[in-house]
């Protein structure tokens, strides 16, 4: 945390958000915005400078200058091998004095560059500091060997032999000094949970009590404590300059795992791990989170009726529990709700969701917890938690309820992969009763997991740990299993032909083919309706083709998850970045990582997409990030077409959508008098045109028509655009 320029600055572990102090309002910064990372490891504002620091947890550094990012990679490139971590950071004059796993490094805030590098430790070696600070004539390093001290003016602060070890020696303990601060003059450090001050001639013990302190900073001449006790305790301590405790924070609701306090205008603001960054008066606090989610998300995702579902819980490779209680987001009209164990009590015992549905019938909320049951949420938030008399337990684990998938079939019942149970699919008929089903074949751990439906209501269900991918038509009556067909697919002609009997995703595209995402690349079977006739169906494998080179699309790669677009467009996440491919899988049309966007982590997990609007989620390493692509789904006829921007303004050189057609209609933009400036076929429900006419020329100010046709019949006037080129 940190302040100036009249704003509160405290970082998470996705993103940086700042509270402007004149009007309460919350800013949100990330790589999106700008930053070159995620994973903040410390910051500090200059106020001298008017500079906010920046350091991430790969030590790449990001200085906030009025309105430019100036990025400084150099510590983060280097390839010396050691902790480069950045812990803290003083600003003194117009340098930059880092605190580092490896010694001290001082950065010059003029030419944001390296300045110089100390490597302190005993015999010139690595050693972490904790700290740094100085007066007018000492630098002061907290390190894990003790505090060590140098005069400012020594001709070679690289020489380890200009610092002098104060610990052990005039009463300050021997071994880690956890920080340095100077108050008023005095000189303060911190070891053993005390705090101890320098007179001159000795150290003595300036503060201490039976609370252990997790961080110490200064603020307007006073000491700031967060302390936290084994048995979860914890509280703010302020002391005045002559270390008498003024203040004490105990208050249980915004405080329970504090990291840092500061002081404005006699005001503490403290940054807790779990409540935030919160405001404290004399009589009362207000608590800040930025609109977002809580946490990153790791289990599936989905969207319904314009809304954004996801839950944050997972497993490893391995299928074992990862005891993740942040529970589920949900963004609808701009607005994010976290629903989890910490905000509501009713639902404290269930961690890892993994698997989301939304009924048709209410939109209410079915959220799958690997180990905690089923989770039903109705409006207004109003919890049902099933388990035992419907689902059964894991085979071994009779205290585990794991549900591993959830889908709603064309008759608007509910499916459930039980993972591990004898009966591993279930099934909630309209009238709320459930039906159970054995499995023909044998499995490994009985691990079901995502289910997805066809264009005939089969069912498709992944078996994980190298099950391969099931098949399943309930036939006539879902009661009846007498009727009922399976398959099963595996590796192999004649067996199914997956690229790999570990499958971690499927999708149902346009053209009613599903496409099997697995440890090895992509299969895809492109005749779903002949699973169950003579003729049979097997995978094939897409050949991709990038440049002079052809290959078997992903393969070598983990296929995590598959999206399908409006225009049959697949976007597919791996641990090597996000992909665009065409609807035949045949061209590759974007590949977005962290080094040529502003993708969160590379390691994507899962996609969704929003169809109304173009939106594309990814679910990342590092947290939730979404791109606007140019595909929507097609509208049943071209009415209620949406242009954006509309009017489009001077100087505007962005695309300019048009939404809301029939799929892949055929968009002419014309003038008044019926002269064609510009034709392009929508990609599913949505157009895009850069301005420009047929020969690349910027348009003129004046009003256009959008006529759209459906495969070259009846023209129709959409829409109207305005467009002032000047």
């Not at 089923?374 to 049902?384: A, E, K, N, R, V």
């Not at 009922?484 to 346009?510: Q, S």
Request: aromatic share 10%; glycine share 10%.
């Amino acid at each position: 945390m940190a302040a100036g320029n009249g704003k509160v600055f405290a970082a998470t572990p996705y993103s940086l958000f700042s509270v402007t102090l004149a009007d309460n309002s919350v800013e949100r910064l990330s790589r999106v915005t700008g930053l070159s990372e995620t994973g903040i490891s410390a910051i500090c504002y200059d106020n001298a400078q008017e500079k906010l620091f920046i350091a991430y947890s790969n030590s790449n550094i990001d200085i906030l200058y009025r309105n430019d990012i100036i990025n400084l990679p150099d510590i983060k490139r280097d390839n010396i091998i050691g902790d480069k971590t950045i812990y803290s950071i003083y600003p003194l004059e117009k340098n930059y004095y880092l605190s580092t796993g490896l010694g001290v490094v001082v950065i010059d805030g003029e030419r944001y560059e390296v300045k110089d590098s100390w490597f302190i430790g005993n015999g010139g070696q690595q050693v972490k500091v904790n700290g740094f600070t100085s007066d007018a004539t000492t630098f002061y390093a907290a390190t894990e060997q003790g505090l060590k001290r140098a005069s400012r003016n020594a001709a070679n602060l690289a020489d380890h032999n200009q610092w002098e070890t104060l610990s052990g020696n005039n009463g300050l303990p021997a071994g880690d000094c956890r920080n340095v601060l100077t108050v008023q003059n005095n000189l303060i450090a911190e070891a053993e949970s005390k705090l101890w001050i320098w007179n001159g001639n000795n150290w003595t013990v300036w503060y201490q009590d039976e609370w252990p302190i997790i961080s110490t900073t200064v603020a307007e001449n006073k000491v700031l404590l967060c302390q936290l006790k084994a048995n979860g305790e914890s509280r703010v301590a302020i002391l005045s300059s002559s270390g008498v405790m003024e203040r004490a924070i105990t208050q249980v609701e915004p405080l329970s795992s504090p990291r840092r306090a500061i002081l404005l205008q006699n005001d503490p603001w403290l940054a807790d791990q779990f409540g935030g960054l919160t405001h404290f008066t004399a009589s009362s606090y207000e608590q800040y989170k930025p609109n977002s989610p809580e946490a990153t998300a790791s289990g599936e995702m989905t969207v319904y009726n314009n809304t954004f579902y996801a839950t944050a819980g997972e497993v490893n490779e391995a299928w074992n529990y990862q005891y993740n209680g942040n529970g589920i987001y949900i963004l609808k009209e701009g607005e994010w709700t976290n629903i989890n164990r910490y905000r509501y009590t009713q639902i404290d015992t269930l961690l890892d969701y993994i698997t989301i549905a939304i009924d048709p019938k209410d939109e209410s909320i079915w959220a799958g917890s690997f180990g905690g049951g089923l989770l039903h949420i109705t409006q207004p938030l109003s919890f049902s938690i099933i388990k035992a008399g419907v689902l059964s337990p894991a085979i071994g684990d009779p205290g585990s309820y794991r549900v591993s998938g959830l889908a709603f079939d064309q008759d608007k019942l509910l499916w459930l992969s039980n993972y591990g149970a004898p009966q591993p699919l279930l099934a909630k008929k309209q009238d709320g009763s459930w039906l159970r089903f054995s499995i023909p074949f044998l499995l490994p751990e009985n691990a079901l997991t995502q289910i997805i439906l066809d264009d005939d209501n089969y069912k498709w269900i992944v078996a994980a740990k190298s099950g391969g991918l099931l098949c399943y038509d309930p036939g006539g009556s879902v009661e009846n299993t007498g009727d009922d067909h399976w398959k099963k697919f595996g590796t192999g002609a004649g067996n199914g032909n997956l690229p790999a009997a570990d499958v971690l995703c499927i999708a149902k595209d346009k053209d009613g083919f599903i496409w099997v995402g697995t440890a090895n690349g992509i299969g895809v079977i492109q005749c779903p309706g002949q699973v169950f006739t003579g003729q049979g169906c097997e995978a094939v494998w897409p050949v991709v083709k990038q440049g002079n080179f052809a290959g078997y699309l992903f393969n070598g790669q983990q296929v995590r998850s598959i999206a399908v677009d409006g225009a049959n467009r697949k976007w597919v996440a791996t641990d090597n970045g996000v992909w665009l491919i065409s609807a035949t899988g045949e061209e590759v049309i974007y590949q977005f990582t962290e080094t040529n966007s502003p993708l969160l982590s590379n390691i994507v997990k899962k996609i969704t997409i929003n169809g109304q609007t173009g939106e594309v989620f990814f679910a990342t390493a590092k947290g939730i990030c979404s791109f606007r692509s140019t595909a929507t789904e097609g509208a049943a006829r071209n009415e209620n077409v949406l242009v954006f921007p509309n009017p489009v303004p001077p100087g505007y050189s962005g695309t300019i959508g048009i939404r809301g057609l029939v799929n892949n209609a055929i968009v002419k933009i014309t003038e008044l008098d019926g002269r064609l400036v510009y034709q392009t076929r929508a990609l599913g429900g949505q157009a895009v045109w850069d301005g420009k006419d047929y020969k690349g020329r910027r348009i003129s100010t004046g009003v256009y028509l959008v006529l759209v046709s459906n495969d070259g019949r009846t023209e129709n006037t959409a829409a109207k655009i305005v467009f002032i080129s000047k």
